[in-house]
């Protein structure tokens, strides 16, 4: 498989006051080009931290981190890198440069240095993409949360990445700004072949990913599909996690004695009830 992004042994500590805090460690992961990868841990465990790590926003202390060839301790790659790789973060009123979204939106591809027409074409696409063509005009503080997260998103996309990441992008949205977030996500990894790279502190929002990592306490303690991973229920459980609803569900009723297959969607669950 076509790999885009190569973590090797990649550790990262923070010296916190007198102490040292583990941001992650010994981290091997490779990501692939195309995929959609799903990150998972509890509060604390790493997931920000290898975010940071995979646009060169941070540079391990030991190990290393190669983007499309490009090792991301060499700081002559840091600007291409992270036009490559695109970082939305959790509050998008940290990452809103101009009043006016269209120039929010410029902005980026305004300091990559691309031609008017180029950036025009990219503003109108990027508004389209997260639905907020109608609104190009207005000005930034009076959106909704769900659509200001929508125009963070479409910031990073006028730059054009090959790899998009969302770390907690849609938590402060309410579920219809959430749904509208991971539609976008989809529709991007689908239509448009582009790697992307999701944290979330919702399952359901990873059932049907290609690969869903588990970080517990800055280490990874599972890399497999949706399935694979959610019916490792000790290490889901250590890791603090929840399981997606239909999962939950098909778990309990084992335990009540009914031999229901695990499953990740509530279709899933009343085909195998029905099947009883
Ligand atoms: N700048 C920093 N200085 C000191 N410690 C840090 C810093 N950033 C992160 N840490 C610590 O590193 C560990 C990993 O943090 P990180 O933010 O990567 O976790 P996370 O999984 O993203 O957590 P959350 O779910 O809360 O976003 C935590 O113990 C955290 O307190
Ligand atoms: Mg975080």
Redesign the pocket.
């Known amino acids: 498989m076509d790999t885009i992004i190569q973590i090797k042994d990649a550790s ?1 500590n ?3 006051d007198d102490q040292i ?4 460690s010994a981290i091997n992961l490779d990501i692939h080009r195309g995929e959609f990868v799903a990150i998972l ?12 790590l995979l646009n060169a926003s941070l540079v391990p202390d030991t190990g290393e981190v190669i983007v499309d060839g490009m090792l991301t301790s060499n700081e002559d790659h840091s600007f291409n890198i992270r036009s490559k790789v695109g970082l939305v973060f ?1 509050n998008p009123d940290n990452q809103m440069v101009a009043t006016i979204i269209e120039d929010d939106l410029a902005f980026g591809p305004e300091n990559l240095g691309i031609e008017r027409d180029e950036i025009r074409k990219r503003v109108d696409w990027v508004l389209s993409v997260v639905g907020m063509t109608e609104h190009r005009l207005r000005t930034t503080q009076k959106l909704s949360g769900g659509q200001k997260q929508r125009v963070a998103i479409a910031a990073v996309l006028a730059m054009s990445p090959e790899v998009l990441i969302l ?2 992008a849609t938590a402060m949205l309410d579920p219809r700004g959430r749904a509208e977030v991971m539609d976008t996500a989809r529709k991007l990894n689908k239509e448009k072949k582009m790697t992307v790279i999701l ?1 979330t ?1 919702y399952m359901d929002e990873t059932v049907d990913v290609d690969r869903i990592v588990v ?1 517990n306490n ?1 280490s990874i303690v599972a890399n497999d599909t949706p399935l694979n991973v959610f019916k490792e229920t000790a290490i889901i459980k250590s890791a603090g996690l929840e399981f997606p609803h239909a999962t939950e569900v098909a778990l309990k009723l084992n335990e009540a004695g009914l031999n229901v297959p695990i499953v990740l969607t509530d279709i899933e669950l009343a085909e195998a009830v029905c099947q009883l």
């Open positions: 990262v923070y010296q916190s805090v583990r941001g992650v841990g509890r509060n604390g465990s790493g997931k920000s931290t290898l975010a940071k959790q770390d907690e944290i502190h970080l800055g």
